[in-house]
């Protein structure tokens, strides 16, 4: 049974939507119970399935070993930002205002994103690719909106419209490869497109639409706004699943439709690359809100993640999927430490922060430990995994862009220290309390701090992602 | 485990040991610190003996030789498909790094005996960052290399601050952003180096086997050169260091001036100048005219400075100059002053920031028109502020002189690709410095300790407690013992510096000047 995770999730949401129906509301916190364990029955799913390869309903629906490690990628994801939402859902909360309604359906409707997200990564015809983008992407806006106050609402809205404009640009350079080539499968539009003025037309537009969902430059825009309004939970979601369907959505394009021209297309990507992580950290340096500041963390984040896809190397992708792993554990661990400091004090400007390191020193630690990963402080995870990618540019003979890569890390790390120096340096604030962390949130933390560390420093996570994944785009450039 | 691994992770250990220890015990939380880095001397001592023995029997052979040759090696793979290994070993010049390291930790430990405000963060600070400078000296994986690399700057934010006086954050900062650029450009440099071999390893001695193409070399090697010479306080990119050193709390200054700014020379002869003997040969003069700069302009900057620590950066600023001097003259006298001041100048200004911060501890100023008098109530310190200092001016039968006069016979006998009369001429502009220094060390001290005492306050302080005086006593011993026979000394590093002459050689027509 190939779809197994698949309809496990779908599953499991359509269970918690009549649960919730019958459940009084006190007993409710079980339902974020029900959609661990139908993620964790999934991840078992995936893990199971591991070495088997197959298709589906024609070769719409496939299974191999990228595709396997995208939807492993998923589940952690989402696995990690329900164990986040709990607290916020469900958790002893001091400021209740901040609590969210209807918990059911905000579980289900994760779901489904997840859901779509996982049938991304199996697509392999235009149609199934388009729908499932969309599967993934329509919950978000719902999810974004789901404060229902201002701010939120005004969010949504905006993520509504720069999303739909997004799909437009896709579904435009989707129609004219099929328009090109007659084929709906992606690899045999792969086998038969040859270069000419429509199809880098063509592939301008679905640059753009990929843009968009992995925030590049100059379509990063929405994130901000979205981020900084979205529950923060939901913004967790979205920093880390959203950003690595749409890596999976650039797999699908640049490996399977454009394999034969991305040698090509190297330039472009880098220049993208090298604006896209330097637009992020400028902007990243003047932000006060920690939500909006993550927000153009993550956009520079994107911007080293495409090193990977310069110069065809094989060692390109097993070190974007080990990237996009690291980025998921380490992104989710600040966020929990977000999640919980605005849950538990309504705070989320980065100069609250002070004195955190005094009352909460292991919570501070985390947050140290995150930031720096992200940075790209050896020995944690972060470094390893940005060093890989600077190596693939630079064996690509991009010298420059590793330049450019490597003076941005320098500057992130000003701004991750401006946080780090609210939470060690400064002096605790007078209304500055220890505060309390529940179960569920300080086990998750522990675990993806400890993840954050360990994977760079035990070989075997990143040796077998390249095992697996390493000569899986041959077929695709030859 | 071997006597390299034990080395790094020691002070590793013992930060873990100090973590566990609850804060409030912070009697307990520095008896394990100096526990720990006192293991770490006698192990270091140990080592030394071992090496000893086996490398002096080699002096001969590595006359010739090309290749580096690493004792006690341990290796074992890490990142298998990218070629990165976990690949740590000794030469002479890890060897001597590691014993002024070894020193300089335990001195500062005793240094830092009253820090009682977040005694337990301090310790696991500190050591973590002693960690990280082992590891650089002691890995010859490039990877590696670079990882402890950042392991070793990275605390120093924190440290500064936290424990440290003045502006610190912003000094902090400077710091923290220098450096790290400097260590960007290494990468970029690295990655380039990796990618050209072709042979899939970051090992440096096999790396170094490469004659890479000279385009290549051209634009790596400053690169390089730049990215540890911001670390080695090379002029314009000093200017992270008199802040720096300034704002840091004793311990950490000594530490920095001591042995981080020496990661900064280490890496250009080691890395650089070895990985790209060509780019060297282009780029030597223009690195021994920055030098100059460095040397001149740090001893005058030091002598219009009324701080006593702004006053010691800057005279360091002038004698980490010397190393990179010694570097940029490429030749074997030169390669060889560069470690020997290395070393020397570690212990000096590891001396220097240990006394400031026991005379700030009293007087509770750092301004030296405001001191005077201070032999009368402190002969202790004061005698080996005038240890340290006449080490400083080069006086014979301390290191320093030994050092200076290796680097200026090196720049001024030159080697066979450089211009020789531009070498001469720097060097002849830089032995100004020589003067300059002894003016401003005198006039320095002089001003501090001697004439009648200006400030009655100064009449009830009290001289050096037995840890302050087991702390220098310990730097001052080093630097006479050094100074008085340095042939054994060279003996340690001679036999390593041979294949970095050798190779310049092989890669042109140079003679070894000896």
Request: glycine share 8%; net charge neutral.
């Amino acid at each position: 049974m190939l779809m197994l995770p698949e309809l496990t999730i779908i599953g499991t949401a359509f269970l918690l939507i009549i649960v919730d129906l019958f459940l009084h509301e006190h007993r409710k916190a079980v339902l974020g119970g029900i959609a661990m364990a139908g993620v964790l029955l999934a991840l078992g799913f995936t893990i199971g399935m591991m070495p088997q390869s197959g298709e589906l309903f024609g070769g719409r629906f496939a299974v191999d070993s990228v595709t396997w490690w995208f939807k492993l990628l998923f589940l952690l994801a989402s696995l990690i930002t329900l164990a986040i939402s709990i607290d916020l859902l469900d958790g002893r909360i001091d400021a209740k205002h901040m609590a969210l309604q209807a918990r059911g359906e905000y579980y289900a409707i994760m779901l489904f994103s997840l859901a779509g997200a996982m049938y991304l990564a199996s697509a392999r015809d235009l149609v199934t690719l388009y729908v499932s983008l969309e599967l993934a992407t329509i919950p978000l806006y719902i999810l974004t909106a789901w404060k229902r106050d201002t701010l939120s609402s005004e969010s949504g809205l905006k993520y509504v419209i720069l999303g739909a404009l997004a799909s437009a640009f896709l579904l435009y350079g989707l129609g004219l490869m099929f328009g090109l080539t007659g084929e709906m499968n992606l690899e045999a539009i792969g086998r038969s497109v040859t270069p000419s003025p429509t199809f880098w037309l063509a592939a301008a537009m679905v640059t753009a639409g990929i843009s968009f969902k992995l925030t590049l430059f100059p379509f990063h825009m929405w994130a901000a706004e979205v981020y900084q309004g979205a529950p923060a939970p939901v913004t967790a979601y979205l920093s880390v699943a959203s950003k690595a369907a749409g890596l999976a959505l650039m797999f699908q394009v640049f490996y399977r439709m454009m394999g034969h021209q991305l040698m090509a297309w190297a330039w472009p990507l880098a220049i993208l690359a090298a604006l896209t992580m330097t637009v992020g950290n400028l902007a990243a340096i003047v932000q006060n809100n920690i939500k909006r500041f993550m927000a153009f963390s993550a956009i520079s984040q994107a911007g080293y993640l495409i090193l990977g896809f310069l110069g065809n190397s094989d060692e390109g992708i097993p070190s974007m999927l080990y990237y996009m792993l690291v980025y998921i554990l380490t992104n989710l661990a600040a966020f929990a430490v977000i999640v919980w400091y605005s849950n538990q004090t309504g705070r989320e400007r980065i100069e609250e922060y002070r004195g955190l390191a005094r009352v909460n020193p292991l919570v501070a630690l985390a947050m140290m430990i995150a930031l720096f990963s992200l940075a790209g402080i050896p020995p944690l995870s972060g470094f390893v995994g940005k060093f890989f990618l600077f190596s693939i540019a630079s064996k690509a003979g991009f010298h420059w862009l590793v330049a450019v890569a490597a003076v941005n890390s320098t500057i992130s790390l000003y701004y991750y220290l401006r946080i780090i120096r609210q939470m060690y340096i400064e002096p605790v604030g007078q209304e500055t309390r220890a505060l309390s962390i529940s179960p569920v949130l300080a086990v998750t933390l522990a675990i993806t701090t400890l993840a954050t560390g360990a994977i760079g420093i035990i070989p075997m996570v990143y040796e077998t992602v390249s095992a697996q994944t390493i000569s899986w785009f041959l077929p695709f450039i030859h | 485990m071997g006597l390299v691994s034990w080395l790094i992770i020691l002070p590793f250990l013992t930060a873990m040991a100090v973590l566990m220890v609850p804060a409030k015990n912070w009697k307990a939380i520095r008896w394990i610190s100096l526990t720990g880095t006192g293991m770490h001397l006698m192990l270091t001592a140990f080592t030394t003996m071992k090496f000893w023995a086996l490398a002096s029997q080699d002096i001969p052979a590595m006359k010739t030789a090309t290749m580096t040759k690493l004792y006690f090696v341990e290796r074992v793979t890490w990142f298998q498909t990218l070629g990165i290994d976990y690949f740590v070993g000794l030469d002479g010049i890890s060897m001597s790094m590691v014993i002024l390291t070894s020193i300089i930790i335990f001195a500062g430990t005793l240094a830092s005996w009253n820090v009682e405000e977040r005694t337990k963060e301090f310790f696991v600070l500190l050591l973590t960052l002693v960690t990280g400078v082992f590891g650089v000296f002691m890995s010859f994986d490039l990877f590696l290399f670079f990882m402890f690399y950042e392991v070793a700057v990275l605390p120093m934010y924190l440290l500064i601050g936290i424990w440290g006086t003045g502006p610190k954050e912003y000094a902090a900062m400077k710091l923290t952003l220098m450096l790290m650029v400097g260590s960007a450009l290494i990468l970029v440099g690295m990655l380039a180096v990796y990618h050209a071999s072709g042979l899939h390893t970051f090992d440096l001695i096999r790396l170094a086997t490469v004659n890479y193409p000279a385009s290549l070399q051209t634009w790596v090697f400053p690169m390089f050169f730049l990215g540890f010479g911001v670390l080695g306080a090379l002029y314009p990119f000093h200017t992270w260091s008199p802040d720096g050193h300034a704002s840091a709390p004793t311990a950490v200054s000594m530490l920095h001036a001591g042995v981080l700014m020496k990661l900064g020379g280490y890496g250009a002869l080691r890395i650089a100048v070895y990985l790209l003997p060509e780019g060297a040969k282009e780029w030597g003069l223009f690195f021994m005219g920055l030098t100059t700069i460095n040397i001149v302009y740090g001893s005058f900057g030091a002598i219009m400075q009324k701080d006593l620590k702004y006053f010691t950066a800057y005279s360091s600023v002038s004698h980490c100059g010397f190393v990179l001097f010694g570097v940029a003259a490429m030749n074997l006298m030169g390669f060889k002053g560069a470690i020997i001041q290395m070393f020397s100048h570690g212990i000096m200004t590891g001396l220097f920031f240990a006394l400031i911060g026991m005379v700030y501890g009293r007087t509770h100023t750092r301004i030296i028109p405001d001191m005077g008098g201070l032999a009368k109530v402190m002969p202790w310190l004061a005698v080996c502020f005038y240890v340290g200092g006449m080490a400083s001016l080069g006086l014979p039968g301390f290191a320093g002189f030994v050092a200076e006069s290796h680097v200026f016979m090196g720049g001024f006998f030159g080697n066979n690709f450089m211009n020789p009369v531009a070498m001469k001429t720097l060097t002849i502009i830089a032995t100004v410095s020589i003067v300059v220094t002894a003016v401003y060390v005198l006039r320095g001290l002089a001003t501090v300790f001697q004439g009648p005492i200006t400030n009655h306050h100064f009449h009830e302080l009290t001289d050096a407690t037995l840890t302050e005086k087991l702390s220098t006593g310990l730097l001052v011993a080093t630097l006479a013992v050094v100074g008085f026979m340095p042939w054994y000394f060279i003996d340690l590093i001679e036999a390593s510096i041979f294949p970095f002459v050798n190779r310049l050689q092989a890669s042109g027509t140079m003679v070894a000047f000896h």
